[in-house]
């Protein structure tokens, strides 16, 4: 299962972050802030200290309970996966995922690469990506599931599916890349 997946832009800001198990704990802006900018120092760090001359940084970093996977684009971007130690085809998943954030955000012209990134298209091709690779982690189906990427407002808009039902995708946290560092 999936349990988070975070971008991370060449500068170490965090660009993006979607929880999808509501088993985590909550954190704070500032706290997915300071993983973000942790992550990018350590990974920075670990590529120059390594004993292989031109390592890209820090692939995998594993737990007992998860796994952090990493994949670096050639621009700097780093796509962070946090998945169970057991999840299968991660490489496959992490190739799909920078294909999505390819399609939807890259392609994008009004799409800053260094800001925050403000795409329902994303966020919902990316929720079936999760949900296609068995990575959906909830305790009810019957929830409707918010978008909240509304700068400043806080308010998420319903989703609905192809017939303009609501559909019954499972709650997830906000996006505090999108929203900014209010309360």
């Known amino acids: 299962m999936i349990f988070s997946i975070y971008i991370i832009n060449k500068a170490g800001g965090l660009v993006y972050n979607k929880d999808y198990s509501e088993g985590l704990s909550k954190l704070t802006s500032n706290e997915y802030l300071v993983l973000a900018g ?13 004993p292989v001359p031109g390592s890209s940084g820090i692939e995998m970093l594993e737990t007992d309970t998860f796994r952090i ?5 050639l621009t700097g ?7 169970d130690p057991h999840q299968s085809s991660i490489d496959h998943t992490m190739r799909k995922i920078y294909e999505t954030y390819s399609d939807y955000c890259v392609k994008n012209p009004f799409q800053n690469p260094e800001m925050p990134i403000r ?9 079936k990506l ?5 990575g959906l982690v909830t305790s009810s189906s019957n929830m409707s599931y918010q978008v909240n990427n509304n700068v400043g407002t806080g308010s998420g808009t319903h989703m609905q599916n192809q017939t303009g039902a609501p559909s019954s995708l499972p709650p997830t946290l906000p996006n505090i890349a999108s929203t900014g560092l209010g309360a």
Do not use: P, R, W
């Open 77 to 83: 971007t780093k796509f962070l996966l946090v998945a």
């Open 69 to 73: 996977h990493c994949f670096q684009t």
């Open 38 to 50: 942790t992550f990018h120092g350590v990974h920075a760090i670990t590529s120059k200290i390594s």
């Open 130 to 134: 999760v949900k296609s690779v068995g």
């Open 119 to 127: 795409s329902e298209q994303f966020d919902v091709h990316l929720l």
